[in-house]
């Protein structure tokens, strides 16, 4: 079956590579900007075919889970770089997109299009919601639970056991000792609530 990237800018060129590194043939890209016309020599189309995989290559948590919802009825592909290092107890949930260098150990869950960008460690039983975007060189300890559509900003470290709720915004270099409210936006070390975001 062909693979589609939905989503032609900066973080679908990461998740083409992926898909190049693994020999998945990718037919083209989809984008809903008339605009774009090609993407590192791969074509961009304005539509998404019928009888097709795809993969949602777009960074934004919110845009994911409402183009997938709009797509419910497709098949989606889980792309996992060669380089990542994945506990054969682990489990991914469809669409899912594990780049290079990636570290998840031993019996965590990842659920439905997750992002587990460049060299983040994901240490064991942890679980992460659908839409959980965890950023490069994130580190979570074991026991971490995080909550749908949260972002971990690059570079976060988040202590075992911790739990983050939904639509969390963790900031880049925040150092997470302890639990974190649903639509809590957090930064520092140790990290502290600074505002709340809209549901």
């Keep these: ?4 990237l ?28 008339l605009t774009k016309l090609n993407l590192l020599n791969y074509p961009i189309i304005h539509h998404v075919p019928i ?4 993969t949602l290559s777009l ?16 098949v989606f592909k889980t792309l996992i ?14 669409g899912s997109v594990v780049m290079a260098g990636v570290s998840i150990n031993s019996c965590s869950k990842i659920g439905k299009h997750c992002i587990i960008n460049t060299n983040a460690a994901v240490d064991h039983d ?7 975007h965890i950023s490069p060189n994130v580190s979570l300890a074991g026991n971490v639970e995080v909550g749908e559509l949260t972002q971990i900003g690059i570079g976060a470290c988040v202590i075992q056991g911790v739990k983050i709720g939904k639509n969390c915004m ?21 990290a502290r609530i600074i505002k709340y975001r809209q549901d």
């Design 1 to 4: 079956m062909s693979l589609y």
């Design 6 to 33: 939905y989503g032609a800018s900066g973080h679908g060129k990461v998740v083409l590579e992926i898909a190049e590194a693994l020999k998945i043939p990718v037919e083209a890209f989809i984008d809903g900007d």
């Design 51 to 54: 009888n097709v995989e795809l």
């Design 59 to 74: 960074g934004n948590n919110i845009t994911r889970k409402n183009i997938a919802n709009q797509l419910s009825d497709y």
């Design 81 to 94: 770089h060669p380089s990542a290092q994945i506990s054969k107890r682990a489990e991914l949930g469809a």
């Design 126 to 132: 942890c679980i992460l919601e659908d839409f959980v």
């Design 170 to 190: 963790i900031g880049a270099g925040s150092v997470v000792i302890k639990d974190i409210p649903d639509n809590a936006v957090v930064v520092g070390n140790p």
